[in-house]
């Protein structure tokens, strides 16, 4: 037996959690021949067979399933370990934060610039993104987020509570009564939300006019005079504004925003600034 290359555990890894060898090839951005191939040569310092290989898949095998723990460990330290040596760093590089799309484009991105110019050693990587970044593996280095983690090892803040009302565009309501309104809400992706939960019922009915999985567009729309929605009131502030609200019904969804970091991330001298600056910016 010989010692493993910890990249052959990294796709080994990659493999079990995707369960295709495609989805392990688009998680680490190479092709699956390559995975196939790390594969074998871990198999071949271990002298262990670690996969069955089947036409529709490939299956752990027992020794497989034995090492992930070990292997899983194994990550977490080398995380670790990058963590912790990224707390040396000087008030410069790249900080990596993770936001619902509408919140960083439409609240964020348009009141960063005084912090950006305190800051500028900093390259800041503002995403939007839908889904939970995965702190833990450093695919962020801090998540803005509504609904409170609960994994340990992470740093967890309230900023703000978003409200929510109904709103139109002026030409929409005035040309409609409420019970010719139609509606622009969330889709089936996102339908579990407080507020598509609540537009559902009050709408009695009525028509959806659109959906959608982006909130971004639901703005857009109702904007645009397509109908009806249910929007974060700091979306019908924006300058450019032309949105009615909607006071009966009134909505009662107001829903936590929360700052979340890894503990070890946060002492980095760059997150940490980034993060104070974030926090002024909401409770300012």
């Known amino acids: 037996m010989n010692q493993p290359d910890w990249d052959h555990l990294r796709y080994f890894l990659a493999l079990h959690d995707a369960g295709t060898l495609s989805g392990a090839a688009r998680a680490a951005g190479v092709e699956h021949t390559t995975v196939a191939r790390r594969i074998d040569a871990l198999e071949a310092a271990l002298a262990v067979t670690l996969f069955d290989r089947f036409p529709r898949g490939w299956s752990l095998t027992a020794a497989g399933r034995a090492l992930v723990p070990h292997a899983r460990m194994m990550e977490e330290s080398l995380h670790g370990l990058m963590r912790a040596a990224s707390g040396a760093a000087q008030l410069n590089g790249k900080v990596r934060v993770s936001a619902p799309p509408a919140l960083a484009a439409y609240l964020l991105a348009p009141r960063l610039k005084p912090a950006l110019m305190r800051l500028p050693g900093i390259e800041l990587d503002l995403r939007g993104e839908s889904r939970e970044t995965d702190l833990m593996r450093r695919e962020s280095d801090i998540a803005l987020r509504f609904k409170r983690p609960e994994a340990p090892g992470l740093v967890v803040r309230a900023l703000t509570t978003v409200p929510y009302r109904l709103y139109a565009s002026s ?27 609540w537009l559902e019922k009050i709408r009695n009915g009525r028509r959806y006019c659109l959906r959608s999985n982006d909130l971004g567009a639901l ?38 925003l929360w700052i979340v970091m890894h503990e070890d991330v946060r002492r980095a001298a760059p997150v940490r600034a980034v993060a104070d600056e974030l926090i002024a910016l909401f409770t300012s």
């Not at 010719?180 to 339908?191: M, S």
């Open 171 to 197: 030409d929409y309501l005035a040309a409609r009564t409420p019970e010719q309104w139609e509606f622009a809400g969330y889709d089936e992706l996102v339908q579990d939300t407080p507020q598509q939960q």
């Open 219 to 256: 703005y857009q729309a109702t904007l645009a005079g397509c109908g009806v929605a249910v929007l974060p009131e700091y979306l019908a502030a924006m300058p450019r504004g032309g949105l009615v609200p909607i006071d009966a019904p009134a909505c009662p969804v107001r829903r936590k």
